[in-house]
C-alpha cells in the first residue's frame, strides 16, 4: 500500500510564504495524479489544488488562485504547494491525496476522485 507524507508546515505570520511537500513512500509519481486538500477546525476537509500527472495540468480553489501554485519535481517524487500571501483563514491541516490515472491531463478536484491520503501536516497564520 502506497503512503503519501506530508511535510513543510508550521507557525507563520499574515503576509508569509510557506511551501509544502508531498512525497510517497518507496515510488514515485509518474503515473498519479496529485491533490491538496485542507480542513479547518470544525469544517468541511475543502479542494485547494491539483497537479495531473504529466504536471502540465493544474486545478485550483478560487480562494487561493493568484496566491498558491501546486508543482511537482522532474523526478516526479514530490509534489510541492507554494503558499505565498498567506491569509489567518488559511490556518488549517494541509493533505495531500493521490490517484493512479492514464489521463496525463487529470486534475480532480473532489475528495471522493482520491484513492490514497497522507495525515496532514498543519499550518497555522497569525495576524
Known amino acids: 500500500q502506497v503512503q503519501l507524507v506530508e511535510s513543510g508546515g508550521g507557525l507563520v505570520q499574515a503576509g508569509d510564504s510557506l511551501r509544502l511537500s508531498c512525497t510517497a513512500s518507496?515510488?514515485?509519481?509518474?503515473?498519479?495524479?496529485v491533490g491538496w486538500f485542507r480542513q479547518a477546525p470544525g469544517k468541511e476537509r475543502e479542494f485547494v489544488a491539483s497537479?495531473?500527472?504529466?504536471?502540465?495540468?493544474?486545478a485550483s480553489a478560487g480562494s487561493v488562485k493568484g496566491r498558491f501554485t501546486v508543482s511537482r519535481d522532474s523526478t516526479k517524487t514530490t509534489v510541492y504547494l507554494q503558499m505565498n500571501s498567506l491569509k489567518t483563514e488559511d490556518t488549517a491541516d494541509y493533505y495531500c491525496?493521490?490517484?493512479?490515472?492514464?489521463?496525463?491531463?487529470?486534475?480532480?478536484?473532489?475528495?471522493?476522485?482520491?484513492?490514497?491520503w497522507g495525515q496532514g501536516t498543519q499550518v497555522t497564520v497569525s495576524s
Open positions: 491525496a493521490g490517484v493512479f490515472t492514464a489521463d496525463g491531463a487529470y486534475t480532480p478536484t473532489l475528495r471522493r476522485e482520491y484513492d490514497v
Open positions: 518507496g515510488r514515485t509519481f509518474s503515473n498519479w495524479a
Open positions: 497537479i495531473s500527472r504529466s504536471g502540465g495540468n493544474t
